[in-house]
């Protein structure tokens, strides 16, 4: 009789960490989810990163916004948009009449991703691999949540999900469709907004996000 090969070794090689998609609990809730992330090793990330930052918010939110990475203070207090870009992200949904309450705040990756600058830890973009291994995180609190609007802040959430070539710059504040996900809208990543160059910049900058903020909520209510 010929013998059968483990099925776990050939889904990855001995002493090789699980990719995401095998962390995830055959009937998975939010807690669930939350516990399984915490110990992901699907790209080098966690060798680096404090602890796992995962998504937070209402259980069945209509409205999901997806960041690039959490920051330095996500990383610390292990909550997403905890940092000086939280807080203008909740100005910003004050202004435009959304309760943070009431959506649900995750990011395209879950760890930080940092190069040391003295005491300071200097945020770092992802790389296509490390965005690509935490897509199941993602995909799976999006089958979970079923919300009706998806938010993509910044480049690396929105061709996440969009592709490589779509431009925030050119396509911000409209609704996309796309099979099999929910419908979009991208706008800038609030970080972006504190990299302003000066505070006129800023305030512009800032008057801009609350506007495409507003035409979400405009929407929430028109669905």
């Given at each position: 009789m010929v013998e059968q090969p483990d099925l776990d070794l050939v889904s990855h090689p001995v002493g090789q960490p699980a990719p995401a998609q095998e962390l995830i609990p055959e009937q998975p809730t939010l807690p669930g989810l939350r516990d399984a992330a915490a110990g992901c090793q699907a790209c080098d990330l966690y060798k680096t990163g404090t602890q796992t930052v995962f998504g937070e918010g209402?259980?069945?939110?209509?409205?999901?916004?997806?960041?690039?990475?959490?920051?330095?203070?996500?990383?610390?207090e292990g909550k997403p948009f905890v940092g000086p870009a939280g807080r203008l992200l909740d100005e910003a949904l004050e202004a435009a009449g959304i309760d943070r309450k009431r959506v649900y705040i995750t990011n395209a990756?879950?760890?930080?991703?940092?190069?040391?600058?003295?005491?300071?830890?200097?945020?770092?973009?992802?790389?296509?691999?490390?965005?690509?291994?935490?897509?199941?995180?993602?995909?799976?609190?999006?089958?979970?949540?079923?919300?009706r609007i998806l938010v993509l802040l910044g480049a690396t959430a929105a061709q996440a999900l969009l592709g490589r070539d779509f431009r925030v710059s050119l396509q911000r504040g409209q609704f996309i469709e796309r099979p099999g996900l929910p419908l979009m809208m991208a706008t800038v990543h609030p970080s972006s907004i504190l990299r302003a160059p000066d505070?006129?910049?800023?305030?512009?900058?800032?008057?801009?996000?609350?506007?495409?903020?507003?035409?979400?909520?405009?929407?929430?209510k028109g669905s």
């Open positions: 209402a259980q069945h939110a209509s409205v999901m916004f997806v960041g690039e990475q959490p920051g330095d203070r996500e990383d610390i990756v879950k760890h930080f991703k940092w190069k040391p600058q003295g005491k300071r830890r200097l945020h770092q973009k992802p790389n296509a691999a490390e965005i690509s291994a935490c897509r199941p995180w993602l995909d799976a609190e999006i089958a979970l949540i079923k919300p505070d006129e910049s800023r305030e512009i900058e800032m008057q801009a996000f609350v506007q495409d903020l507003k035409r979400l909520a405009q929407r929430i």
